[in-house]
């Protein structure tokens, strides 16, 4: 599903208001793990104001924490996956619904998505 039927309405609003500054911001924030650190991770999106929010997941970790962890922080507008070939199936994280912008330092498209996911089919 779309991520933002998960995200509820303040957080929607709260994200509006950002997107009226008129200059584009660039945020990095570093967490000690998916859950951990929320708070202040909010505290400094809502003084930063960030035009967008990506968010780099391990391509391993499951969907379903990476859209809570979303959900938590109001939502997340791209997802940069790291580590693709630590797991067979790295497009399960497109179940998030969530787009993912880039793979492995490498902005995606069907070719990179094509080749990813053949590399991984195992012919019986």
């Known amino acids: 599903g779309d991520w933002s039927s998960d995200v509820c309405s303040s957080d929607l609003e709260r994200r509006r208001s950002w997107r009226r500054r008129d200059e584009v911001s660039f945020v990095a924030v570093s967490l000690p793990s998916i859950a951990a650190g929320t708070n202040w991770a909010n505290d400094l999106l809502d003084g930063l104001e960030p035009t967008q929010i990506?968010?780099?997941?391990?391509?391993?970790?499951?969907?379903?924490?990476?859209?809570?962890?979303?959900?938590?922080?109001?939502?997340?507008?791209?997802?940069?996956?790291?580590?693709a070939d630590d797991t067979i199936s790295p497009a399960a994280m497109l179940a998030t619904g969530i787009p993912v912008a880039r793979v492995d330092a490498e902005p995606t498209s069907a070719e990179v998505w094509a080749d990813l996911l053949c590399d991984r089919i195992v012919v019986a």
């Open 54 to 83: 990506w968010a780099v997941a391990h391509a391993g970790w499951k969907p379903d924490d990476v859209a809570a962890w979303s959900r938590r922080l109001g939502g997340f507008d791209a997802l940069a996956l790291e580590r």
